[in-house]
């Protein structure tokens, strides 16, 4: 018999929710994601309406990506919490591709070396010089830069998966001057606990307001400039594939569309 919604005990509710919380574990989704289909699903086993219904009351007036993410919650709720196939073909409008937000090396540079204080400046280099994420950054550890070797073995990296990349040279020297441990993660707070994401959202937006840089710049960004700079400098883009830990080359070809070498010899023409 389908699942309803309508008949429902409180009881029944949190025991769906415990076996939810189970599957989205099993799989390793990130914790953002999680708690989005918690929230998602709670909210549509309290409303007694069809996914449908749930969706155009609640979702129609929100963006396409909170629609897709609501939808796709439901679905990953039926098929691995209820083990029932999810029938409704909800209409979803294409997900906009929008073009990363990418600093100059000079504007990278203002940021950079406009931040005296040196633990916030290896924030920042983090992110540009080895392309990493914000979470990324937050759990590297002491024993994951080989300074011999110079590379940096990224062990907690979106889905899981491990990579390897360069240790550029000015990051080793700033380490270096830092002071090298043996072992325990590279930013702690003076609580003793790791950096939190809103720490380094912090340290970006001032870096960025010191530069006088105008533009939305988030961690990502200097990421996004990481792989356009790389790219802009004639690197091979299945090398940046590797060193982003990008699934799928379509996701890295993004950055084809702003790097400005190809740009600048197109402007030679005319």
């Known amino acids: 018999m389908p699942f309803d919604n309508k008949n429902i005990t409180p009881k029944g509710r949190y025991e769906l929710i415990g076996k939810l919380i189970e599957e989205i574990k099993l799989r390793k989704y990130s914790y953002r994601t999680g708690k989005a289909y918690i929230y998602v699903v709670k909210n549509y086993l309290r409303s007694e309406l069809t996914p449908r219904e749930f969706l155009l009351k609640y979702y129609s007036d929100k963006s396409k990506s909170t629609i897709r993410q609501a939808y796709f919650a439901l679905k990953f709720f039926y098929r691995n919490v209820l083990h029932e196939r999810f029938n409704e073909e909800i209409?979803?409008?294409?997900?906009?591709?929008?073009l990363p937000v990418v600093l100059s090396r000079d504007e990278v540079k203002r940021m950079i070396y406009g931040t005296h204080n040196i633990k916030h400046r290896l924030v920042l280099m983090f992110l540009y010089y080895a392309g990493m994420r914000l979470?990324?950054?937050?759990?590297?550890?002491?024993?994951?830069?080989?300074?011999?070797?110079?590379?940096?073995?990224?062990?907690?990296?979106?889905?899981?998966?491990?990579r390897v990349v360069f240790l550029h040279p000015n990051l080793k020297n700033t380490?270096?001057?830092?002071?090298?441990?043996?072992?325990?993660y590279v930013f702690m707070s003076q609580r003793g606990k790791k950096y939190s994401p809103k720490s380094i959202q912090l340290i970006v937006k001032n870096a960025a307001r010191r530069a006088k840089i105008n533009k939305n710049v988030t961690p990502h960004t200097l990421r996004h400039s990481f792989a356009t700079h790389l790219l802009e400098g004639g690197a091979d883009i299945r090398y940046i594939q590797q060193l982003l830990g990008h699934k799928h080359l379509k996701t890295t070809q993004i950055y084809t569309h702003v790097a400005n070498k190809d740009i600048k010899k197109l402007a030679q023409l005319i």
């Open 175 to 184: 380490l270096e001057i830092y002071g090298r441990k043996s072992k325990g």
């Open 135 to 162: 979470q990324e950054v937050r759990n590297i550890r002491w024993e994951d830069v080989e300074f011999e070797r110079e590379i940096i073995h990224i062990k907690v990296a979106k889905g899981d998966k491990e």
């Open 91 to 98: 209409p979803l409008a294409k997900k906009k591709e929008k």
